[in-house]
């Protein structure tokens, strides 16, 4: 498989949309979202690109940080949906200071637009995330130099 067809096929290329949902019609995760063949090219590709760990783990966290809340039903999908939308404007932000590069800010904003439901959040794009920081740890440093 050449660059573009993976970059394609792991979801990050540019839709006015979001493409589909994280579930099959029986409800289980489609493979895609955590399997090595596409997760591990966007980890490549976000590491070539400049993105380091110190930024990922500061929005993985983010993220972890709303799941523990609704994991243990501290607060509602309704509350939290306001705090996985700010994702994208925290991205924005870490992209137009060149903290993060702009495929990254893709990656977040297409998820954050997929994340319309707790279950889309919890069991979806919190594993596609997740995958996505194992796969990472093999290739990013925490900072770079400049």
């Given amino acids: 498989m ?5 970059v394609t096929k792991a979801g990050l290329e540019r839709k006015t949309e979001a493409a589909g949902g994280y579930f099959d019609d029986p409800g289980h995760l489609k493979i895609e979202y955590v399997s090595k063949g596409n997760v591990d090219v966007m980890a490549r590709k976000f590491d070539r690109e400049g993105l380091n760990m110190s930024q990922l783990r500061r929005f993985f966290n983010h993220c972890r940080e709303i799941e523990r809340r609704l ?27 060149k903290k993060i590069p702009s ?7 297409k998820n954050v637009e997929r994340s319309r439901t707790q279950k889309d959040f919890l069991d979806g794009f919190m594993e596609h995330f997740e995958a996505l920081v194992g796969f990472s740890a093999l290739y990013m440093r925490e900072e770079r130099t400049r």
């Fill in 103 to 109: 495929s990254f800010r893709e990656f977040l904003d």
């Fill in 71 to 97: 994991r243990s039903k501290q607060t509602t999908w309704e509350e939290e949906r306001t705090n996985v939308a700010k994702l994208a404007a925290f991205a924005a932000d870490a992209a137009g200071k």
């Fill in 2 to 6: 050449d660059m573009k067809g993976a």
